[in-house]
Structure formats: C-alpha cells, structure tokens
C-alpha cells in the first residue's frame, strides 16, 4: 500500500496545474491518476486535430445524455477527455476567461476570495500570453502559452467588418478591461501546436522524483476514515489499489466526473444513493445538482466566390495544407474550432453581453452534428455563426444509476428548461440574422441554409432552436462551491468538501455559476488558485 501527501484524481486541466504546482518546491509526494492514457495521439496536438479526437473513444469519453424534452427529445453526445490533459486535449483551443462580473458575482454570492481581483492574480500567473503579456490584465511568462491566429480568412476579415456595421465595437482583446465586441479569437498554441494543460504543466513536472503518474487508472472511491479521506482505490491492470494520502484528497475529474465519485464514496443526496445501492456516509443534496452548460445553435450559410474550409479539407488542398503545416506550421492544420468571436447584449440594461458568437469559414451536416456529434464538413463553401447564451438560468443534474465504478451515470442537462433561456436564444439567433445582412458579407453570402426562410419567426427559431441546438462543451457546477449554511454548496471558498476532512475538489465543477464564455482558461485559473490554498493549509498545520 502506498503512500503520498497527496493523491489527485484525474490528469485533466486542473490536475495537471495541481500536479505541477503541489511538487515544485519538492517537499511534498504526489500520486496523480488518469483514467486514460498518454497523450501520444499525434492528432491531439495538431491543432485541427479536435475534429478527430471530439470523436474517437481512445482519448474521449464520450458521454450520452438522458434524452433531454427540452431540445427536442433527444439525447446529446458530450466530449469529455479521457488522456493526459483531459478536455484541454481534445478541445477547440479557445482561451476566453469570461466577464470580470461573473467572478465578482460569484464572491458576492458568498464565494469569499473568489472575485476578479482575487483570480486575476492567477489568470496572470498561467498565462504565457505572446501578444499581450506586459498588459496588466495578461501574463507573459506563464505555462499556458496564449498566441494569435496565424492566418485570417477573407469570409473572417468580412464577418469582422460586418460586425462593426452591425455596431458593435472592434476589440482585440475580449479577455481586456470589456467583453462587448468582435474579434479573431486567441489560441492555447504554441509553435503550432496544441497547448494542452499536459504541455504546459504536467510534463515539466513529470522528471520529479515526488510526482507519481499512473495512468488508465480508474478510481473507484475515497476512502473515509472517522470522517477524513484518506486515500483511494482504484482499478489498474485488472487489480484493485489502495493508496493512501496523508494529507488530502483532490477530485479534478472534471463536471461528470467528480460528483460520480464522491457519489460512489458515498458523498451525496440519499435520495440518489439508496436507490444505487450505496452507504451513506455524507448526506450532501448538492453534489450532482446545479449543472449548467452552454447550449450551442448554429446559423448556417452558403458562400460563393472563396475557398472555405469545406474545401480546403480534402483533395489536393488538403495535401497541400499538410506541406504547409509540415513547413510553416500555418495553413488549416492550425485552425481552432471557430475563427471569430462576438459578444452581443440582446436587450438593453443589461451589464455585459449575454450572448457569445463562435464564426468560422466552414459548414458541417447538421443532421449528423445535431444527433451524433459527428463533424461532417460539406462540400461546398459554407460559413457558420454559432450562438450561445452565456449565463443560461436552466439547471440540470448529473448522478450515478449503479454502485459500479464503471457504469455510466445519469446526465440530464435540462438545456432551454428557463423561459429566459429561450427568449435570449431566439435573439441571438435574430442579431445573427442582422450580421448576415451587413454590406461586408454581400460578396460573399448566396443564402442562409439553416434554419433558412421556413423560420422567419421567433416561434420558429425557438423550435429549431430545440431541434438543432446542442453542447458546447462547458458543463459546470456539479460541485458547487459556497457560503456556509447553503446546504446546495458541496464544497467551502476553500473548495474543501463539506462533511469530509482532507477532501477537496478542484475542477471546473465548483463553478456556483457558469462563465461567460469557454471554461479552460477559468478552470486553470481555479487549480491555480487551489494550490496557494492547498500549500498555505499544508502550512498551517506545520505551524500548528
């Protein structure tokens, strides 16, 4: 039976800043498990490398949904990573911090230390930002590499300028003192390559003597000891393994993940674990409630008079694409998940943008998208403007069915539940619209394909809305974080469970609330804060 200080459950986004961050100074042992394997999969670090991995089962879990009766009664494919470095893997490479009133919201609710003057500090300290590293707001020297696109598109130059016509402002940097505007996104690449958390964390740290990396370990439960963790089993190699943690546990499975394994522990609603046929060994109603995600609707046009990346992707373009990337390490093979990034206010009062524009020079068969999450590029030229809103009030849940480790849970996301949600949907699908009709784009659009002049209403938008809308990949909030008395609140400001001595949770499952926009860099920034809180309790038991 082995022992370490501390032992940290899943080698995603978070784990890997905690496993960095907790060995640096060498005073402390680390056990870090992964439930999925190396990241030697040459297309997780070729940046367009995502449109394969958001799909293959060796670096992906590939979760289903409940069938949802709030978009269309259907179930919706969830990409979660499943390899060294987690999403941070696998997704569309998208640094996007979100608005400075999401964290100061979060710390009036009771997050104390939790505002954005308390995290900038930490967004700093991660970011390796090559634009916009000596702004105060940006770091320049840290792991995480942050770089702009290499190439722009003239159908993206359009949108842009579209944009301004439409009225909103230019800015170049959307993570800056504001949201509101449009703009090319920034990138986690570096040299041309994808910066995942294992790049930009796990690895430097892998040469130390205090770290241990298992990986294609799947854990089972924490152990509870006269209520404190005090270590784990999991299965590796067909056997079962108990380490042991001297000081603490830390959960970093991620959204689905942690509230499944503190339910396995028997941390949770009775009324969920009974049923499962699990010990209760921590009454918590909270864990696995509270989900939030941002639930994606796509307008789709056909282009004319350009090359888009419909057929840049296959054919002789394609080679040539590769020699370039090969070369230069620019062309398609660079190319992130959207292009341009827009953040609108559908109505007037509100504080900041409510709605966030994904844009990119490329069309996909929505049928497969929609139901299988299968990313099909068409063969014509094709532009897509993917609306998201980015404070959803709809809540969702996600909880174990069974007591057995392996066996899935019950993921019920609620999207478009919230008639706020609906409303702010349809009008963002509506200023879409007005951008399509901006003098820039004239050269360039024939027409819109979806939903296309069969929903000139805002009753048909809604309903394509629910047919056509699906993840974007940023579950949140299962493990929410709170004030005390809030018996919602499954972990302290402290991320500390609840209930539990020497157990903390540390992912983008704290969120009490959904950021408004993608969840890498605020997940990084969490563990980042996580590990100045885990060393300075490691601290002040030395002291005591």
């Known amino acids: ?118 995290v900038l500090p930490y967004f700093r300290r991660a970011e390796g930002n090559e634009r ?112 042991k943690a001297r000081r603490e546990v830390i959960l970093s499975g991620g959204a689905v993940n942690s509230p499944q394994l503190l339910e396995l522990s028997g941390i949770g609603d009775p009324a969920v674990l009974r049923p499962a046929g699990i010990e209760i060994r921590v009454a918590a109603p909270g864990v696995g409630a509270n989900l939030q995600d941002h639930y994606v609707v796509s307008l789709q046009y056909r282009l004319k008079d350009c090359v888009s990346v419909n057929e840049l992707s296959r054919g002789w373009r394609l080679v040539r694409e590769g020699l370039r990337y090969a070369t230069m390490r620019k062309g398609l093979l660079t190319m992130s998940a959207a292009h341009v990034q827009a953040y609108i206010r559908t109505r007037p009062g509100l504080d900041g943008p409510d709605v966030q524009y994904h844009i990119l020079p490329a069309t996909v068969d929505v049928e497969k998208f929609t139901t299988k999450q299968i990313w099909e590029l068409e063969r014509l030229p094709g532009l897509t403007m993917a609306a998201c809103q980015l404070r959803p009030e709809s809540r969702g849940s996600i909880h174990v069915k069974s007591a057995d480790p392996l066996a899935r849970p019950a993921i019920r996301p609620n999207y478009l539940s919230d008639q706020l949600d609906r409303d702010t949907i349809v009008a963002g699908l509506t200023w879409g619209r007005l951008l399509s009709t901006q ?44 004030r005390a008395g809030d018996r919602q609140a499954v972990v302290d400001p402290e991320l500390r469970v609840r209930g539990v001595d020497g157990l903390r949770v540390v992912d983008a499952s704290v969120m009490p609330r959904l950021v408004s926009g993608n969840t890498n860099a605020p997940t990084i920034m969490i563990a980042e804060k996580a590990s100045d809180l885990i060393r300075a309790a490691a601290k002040a038991r030395l002291a005591a």
Request: charged content about 20%; proline content about 6%; some cysteine.
């Open 1 to 118: 039976m082995a022992e370490y200080d501390y032992i940290i459950v899943g080698a995603g986004s978070a784990g890997c800043v905690l496993a960095n961050r907790l060995t640096e100074d060498g005073t402390a042992t680390v056990l870090l498990l992964e439930a999925g394997g190396r990241d030697t999969n040459p297309m997780i670090h070729i940046p367009v490398g995502y449109a394969k991995t958001l799909k293959d089962p060796k670096v992906n879990w590939l979760y289903e949904t409940e069938v949802d009766a709030t978009s269309g009664d259907r179930a919706h494919v969830w990409p979660r990573g499943k390899v060294l470095g987690g999403s941070s893997s696998i997704n569309g490479l998208l640094y996007v911090r979100g608005q400075a009133a999401d964290y100061d919201n979060w710390a009036q609710a009771g997050c104390t230390g939790w505002s954005f003057a308390d």
């Open 132 to 243: 916009l590293g000596s702004d105060p707001l940006h770091g320049g020297d840290g792991p995480l590499n942050v770089s702009d696109i290499t190439e722009h598109h003239p159908v993206s130059d359009a949108v842009i300028k579209a944009g301004v016509e439409a009225g909103l402002p230019f800015n170049d940097d959307c993570n800056g003192a504001s949201q509101d505007g449009i703009s090319y996104f920034q990138l986690t690449v570096k040299n041309g390559r994808r910066w995942s958390a294992a790049m930009a964390y796990l690895r430097p740290a892998l040469p130390r003597q205090n770290l241990s990396l298992v990986t294609e370990a799947q854990a089972e439960r924490v152990l509870i000891e006269h209520g404190r963790a005090t270590g784990v089993r999991y299965a590796v190699g067909g056997s079962s393994v108990v380490a």
């Open 439 to 482: 003098p820039a784009l004239k050269p360039y659009l024939v027409g819109e394909m979806m939903p296309g002049p069969d929903a000139p209403s805002d009753a048909d938008l809604l309903t394509y809305a629910q047919q056509a809308g699906t993840t974007i990949y940023h579950p949140v909030g299962t493990c929410a974080m709170g």
